[in-house]
């Protein structure tokens, strides 16, 4: 068998989506943006169990999937969704010295990482996780979310 390509080509798909990533959150280096990509995603996984955990990872690029496992304890129990304000701020203080996230951040992400998955399957995977799932991947949020 052939390694499938989401996995051989794996790491230029993420050089891509991490130079996208880092001219929409208007920001300098790979460095800030991998942190800023990386609180975003832990602040999602802090709201799923461990089902949801494994379904969101499986529409994940592969790398982005790595990430979004990292440093994961499935004992931890879940938190729930907050307002879109409170998790922004949350996605600000994950390494908050070296997080240069800005306020939108998370609609950033989420608009970047909706082009590089497939919609048809992130979306059904989103549908069965908790209520603002969906919400927190929708890269469009008011100030009042």
């Known amino acids: 068998m052939t390694v499938p390509l989401e996995y051989a080509h794996a790491s230029q798909a993420f ?3 991490m130079l996208e990533a880092r001219d929409a959150l ?3 280096t790979s460095h800030q ?3 800023v990509v990386e609180a975003v995603l832990w602040v ?3 709201r799923l169990d461990a089902a ?3 379904a ?3 529409v994940l690029p592969a790398v982005l999937r790595a990430m979004f496992i990292d440093g994961w304890d499935p004992a931890v129990p879940p938190l729930p969704f907050a307002a879109q304000t409170e998790l922004a701020r949350e996605v600000q203080a994950v390494r908050g010295r070296h997080n240069l996230a800005p306020d939108n951040a998370i609609e950033t992400v989420a608009g970047v990482l909706r082009r590089r998955v497939d919609a048809e399957a992130f979306d059904a995977v989103l549908s069965r996780l ?3 799932a969906a919400r927190y991947w ?3 949020h008011t100030p009042t979310d």
């Open 130 to 132: 908790p209520d603002g």
């Open 33 to 35: 943006t991998f942190t």
């Open 52 to 54: 949801g955990v494994a």
């Open 56 to 58: 969101f990872a499986q």
């Open 138 to 140: 929708s890269a469009q």
């Open 44 to 46: 999602f996984r802090r």
């Open 15 to 17: 050089e891509r989506f």
């Open 26 to 28: 208007d920001l300098s």
